[in-house]
């Protein structure tokens, strides 16, 4: 009986583990539904992003859809950076650990992040943008 007793907790971890699977494909299908719109899209746990002409949608990833979603038009932007830890830091030095985001700042004045986990991921999109709208 203490045997069985001490094979419990570890049947409650496969459980946790199989529903977190489970929870984070059925994110990603959903997904899948909501990036067939754009001309390029990513996904990761911070944020879905599409693209499609001169226009970025960017939302939370959930089982139902991409919630919040914000949208901003990329001829209204004035200058593009990398941000780690919310600090604009050099295109061509990007940490590889830290929390990444692209910062946009608006000719109104305004300044909107999207977030990204991994830094080359963040580059990349960077890159595309700048090359793309002359940012």
């Known amino acids: 009986m203490a045997r069985g007793l001490m094979w419990l907790p ?3 971890i496969f459980f946790g583990l199989a ?7 059925s994110k ?16 990761d746990i ?7 002409e001169d226009q970025l949608t960017w939302g939370i990833p959930t089982r139902q859809g991409v ?3 914000k949208v901003l038009d ?9 941000e780690v830890n919310n600090t604009a830091v050099d295109s061509n030095q990007v940490p590889e650990k830290g929390k990444f985001s692209l910062g946009f700042t608006l000719q109104e004045g305004r300044h909107l992040s ?12 960077y890159d595309f943008i700048c090359r793309e709208w002359h940012l």
């Open 114 to 125: 999207i977030p990204f986990t991994d830094s080359d991921i963040t580059r990349q999109w």
């Open 67 to 69: 919630i919040d979603t």
């Open 74 to 82: 990329l001829t209204e932007v004035d200058k593009l950076v990398i």
């Open 46 to 52: 911070y944020a879905a992003l599409g693209q499609k």
């Open 28 to 43: 990603l299908e959903a997904y899948k539904v909501w990036a067939a719109q754009f001309e390029r899209a990513k996904y």
């Open 19 to 25: 529903w977190a699977g489970w929870n984070e494909y």
């Open 10 to 12: 570890l049947l409650a």
